[in-house]
Structures are given as C-alpha cells and as structure tokens.
C-alpha cells in the first residue's frame, strides 16, 4: 500500500513537471512579451498542497530551471552582467516562498481536520468521526448487503485507577488500551473512543463469527492489562446486523444496551445478539 502511494505521488509530481515544462515552452513562444511568472506558481503550489514541502521546493527549483532554459532558447541577454542571477535568485526565492506558505498551510488544515476527528489523547477516532464513518459503512452495507459488527467496550474498575493512582495513569491506561486495540483488530476495522473510559469497535463486513473473533480480542486485551499490571477488565456489548438497522444511532445503542447487561451480570465478560427486524 505505501508503494502505491509512493507510486501515485511520484506520477503526481510527473505531471506537475509536465507542466512545468508546457509553461516553459509557452514562456519561450511570448518571447518575454508576456510575463509568465505567476503561472511557474501553479505546478509549485499544487507541489505544495499535495505532496508536501519537501515536494513543492522541488517543484520550485525546477520552476527556476525551467524559467531558465526558457530564457536560454530566447537567448535573452541582460543590460546588467549580473542581470541573470539575480533574476534567478529572485525568482528562486519567490518559488521557495509559496511552496514554504503553501506547505505550512496545508499542515495546518491537516493538523485542525484532525482535531475534529480524532481523540487528543489516544489517536483514536472520536465519537463524531465514528459516527460518521459508521452511518457511510452502514449505508454499504444496505446497498451490497454486507453484514456488519458494532462492538461497545466499557473500562471496568477504571474509577479506581484514576482515585488509587491518580488521573495521569488513567490517561496512561487508557492510551494502552488504545494501542492494544488497533493492533488486535484488521486494518479495515474502525476503533474510537467515545468518551470517557468507553470505546467502540466497527467491523465492516464481519457476520456471527464476530462473536468469537471478539471474544478472542477480549481475552488477548485482557492478558495484556494483567502482564502491565492494570486492575481493569472489560464489559464488552456486540451486534451483527444482516437486515440493517434505520440508523447507526439504532445499532450503537444496542449495543451499548448489551455492554449494560453485562455490566449487572458482574461484568467481565462479552454478551453478542445478531440485530432483528423486531429491535426496530
């Protein structure tokens, strides 16, 4: 998959060349009748935006080059000996400069849209995002027919952690579990915290061997807290629907319902139910 991206991006910068050098070309027809400076700006901002600083000063050298040869085929000559390089260190660190705004830019959006989908503790999804990504998983699983799991996971004993050992190792624990969770589940599963010590699991196409592949999870999650020590278990609530639910809104309540029985029957354990048309 990062060879593909790696790929992608590598083309991306291709084309971005490309038209460097159409832009080149053109620059060369106008004979310096037009000033074409502001379109070398374009493949460099897109260099930029999409692929990165690193990325867009690439694009800005080549932006100088390009402008350069251009300059060479019109066999254009300065009034001043120095004419020359200082039009290339000119236009060098004007490239240089919006690649560099643009870069930043664009890592401060990232950094903002991150902030409203993620958790600024764990890293994981946040209750907005899940639902979010949940409704649109949902919605496939409508149009194709896919099943799919939602799974609730409650902390349990996780008050005593914070009043025993204080709110930075509740934090600490709670980042562990979040850790634990991403590794134990495919890469096309959804993990987010919901809040407090409440965590919800999403498996895209997964039907009733959910049930054992979570209870395995549970298991594997729980020996993990025991080797570090933590005095945790956990109440684990699941449902597969096969004939969708109206909403997510439905199916997460569900299964929040099931993690609250498990919570008056002593806790510690995973209760599963398959979604029926009569939970509507």
């Not at 096969?242 to 209760?271: E, F, T």
């Amino acid at each position: 998959m990062a060879a593909d991206f790696d790929r992608t991006r590598a083309a991306y910068f291709a084309g971005l060349c490309m038209l460097l050098a159409g832009i080149a070309y053109l620059d060369h027809l106008t004979i310096h009748e037009i000033d074409l400076s502001i379109f070398y700006l374009l493949p460099v901002g897109l260099a930029a935006w999409r692929l990165g600083i690193v990325w867009g000063r690439s694009a800005a050298f080549l932006a100088v080059a390009s402008w350069g040869v251009a300059d060479w085929l019109d066999d254009y000559v300065y009034k001043l000996p120095w004419g020359v390089y200082w039009a290339s260190v000119n236009h060098a660190v004007f490239f240089l400069a919006v690649a560099e705004v643009t870069g930043r830019l664009r890592l401060a959006y990232e950094m903002i849209e991150r902030s409203a989908f993620c958790d600024a503790l764990t890293g994981l999804y946040n209750r907005r995002a899940f639902f979010t990504m949940a409704e649109k998983e949902l919605q496939r699983s409508r149009r194709y027919g896919h099943p799919l799991t939602v799974c609730y996971i409650d902390v349990d004993h996780f008050k005593r952690v914070n009043d025993t050992r204080g709110h930075e190792a509740g934090d600490q624990l709670l980042c562990e579990i979040a850790a634990a969770l991403t590794e134990l589940v495919r890469q096309s599963d959804i993990v987010a915290r919901l809040g407090g010590d409440e965590f919800a699991l999403l498996l895209p196409e997964t039907d009733r061997v959910a049930q054992g592949v979570l209870e395995r999870l549970r298991e594997r999650l729980q020996q993990r807290m025991d080797t570090a020590g933590w005095p945790v278990t956990f109440s684990v609530g699941a449902v597969t629907c096969q004939q969708s639910p109206r909403s997510i809104d439905d199916l997460v309540q569900y299964a929040d319902a099931l993690m609250y029985q498990v919570k008056h029957q002593g806790k510690n354990k995973l209760l599963y139910e398959v979604w029926q048309e009569e939970n509507k």
